[in-house]
C-alpha cells in the first residue's frame, strides 16, 4: 500500500515549457486535490476533483489543467511554465465520507521555473 | 484572497519551553484541523475540532475551537527537539466536505 505518490521529486523547467506532474494513488479515495505551496502563504489550493470525470478550480487555478479519468490518477498539467509558477506541489487524498476528513499529502514535487 | 492567519509566523525554542500558536478568521468554519509538516514531505494531519469550545489533548499538545468556531490555538508544553517543524491549521466551510483553507503556517524549532 504506497499511499500517495507524485513524480517527479525534483524537475526544472525554462520559461514557456510544458510539463506534467503525477498522482497516483491506491487507497479509491474520491478526492483529489492539488496545492502548491510558497514561503509564508500556507498551501493554496489549484485544482480538486469529487471523482472520476469531475473536476474543479481551486484558489489559484491559471496556468495549470487537470483531468481525472481514473479514481487513482490525478495529474497536473502546466501548458507553458512561467517563473512564478516555481514552487512546491502537493497531491493530496481523501475518502469524502461526509465528516470531516483526513487529507493524506503525497511527498511534494519541487518545481523551478527559470 | 488568505482567510487563515496564523501566528506567530516563526518561533525558536529550547527545550523544555512552553508556546502556543494562534489560528484566526474572519469566516465561520464546520471544522478545523492541525496539521504538522517536516522538510521535504507532505503535511500530516494532527487533530480534527468539530465543536465551538472543544479542546483536544494528544500527548504534550492541546488544540482548542473558539466558540464562534473562527479561531483555533494548539498549545505544546515542554516542547521537545521532535517538535519542530511547520504547523498549519486547515478550515472546512460548512457544505465543502473535503475542500480545505490552509493557514499561512507557524514554522517551529526547537533546541537543545
Known amino acids: 500500500n504506497a499511499g500517495v505518490t507524485q513524480t517527479p521529486k525534483f524537475q526544472v523547467l525554462k520559461t514557456g515549457q510544458s510539463m506534467t506532474l503525477q498522482c497516483a494513488q491506491d487507497?479509491?479515495?474520491?478526492?483529489m486535490s492539488w496545492y502548491r505551496q510558497d514561503p509564508g502563504m500556507g498551501l493554496r489550493l489549484i485544482h480538486y476533483?469529487?471523482?472520476?470525470?469531475?473536476?474543479d478550480q481551486g484558489e489559484v487555478p491559471n496556468g495549470y489543467n487537470v483531468s481525472r479519468s481514473t479514481t487513482e490518477d490525478f495529474p497536473l498539467r502546466l501548458l507553458s511554465a512561467a517563473p512564478s509558477q516555481t514552487s512546491v506541489y502537493f497531491c493530496?487524498?481523501?475518502?469524502?465520507?461526509?465528516?470531516?476528513?483526513?487529507?493524506?499529502f503525497g511527498p511534494g514535487t519541487r518545481l523551478t521555473v527559470l | 484572497t488568505q482567510l487563515l492567519e496564523q501566528s506567530p509566523q516563526f518561533l525558536s525554542i529550547q527545550e523544555g519551553e512552553n508556546l502556543t500558536v494562534y489560528c484566526n478568521s474572519s469566516?465561520?468554519?464546520?471544522?478545523l484541523q492541525w496539521y504538522r509538516q517536516e522538510p521535504g514531505e507532505g503535511p500530516v494531519l494532527l487533530v480534527t475540532?468539530?465543536?465551538?469550545?472543544e479542546v483536544k489533548k494528544l500527548k504534550r499538545l492541546t488544540f482548542q475551537f473558539g466558540d464562534a468556531r473562527k479561531d483555533s490555538s494548539l498549545h505544546i508544553t515542554a516542547a521537545q527537539p521532535g517538535d519542530t517543524g511547520l504547523y498549519l491549521c486547515a478550515g472546512q466551510f460548512t457544505g465543502t466536505a473535503s475542500k480545505l483553507t490552509f493557514g499561512t503556517g507557524t514554522r517551529l524549532q526547537v533546541t537543545l
Open positions: 469566516s465561520v468554519f464546520s471544522s
Open positions: 475540532v468539530v465543536t465551538g469550545g
Open positions: 493530496a487524498t481523501s475518502p469524502r465520507t461526509g465528516t470531516p476528513d483526513t487529507q493524506y
Open positions: 487507497m479509491n479515495h474520491e478526492y
Open positions: 476533483s469529487v471523482g472520476a470525470g469531475i473536476t
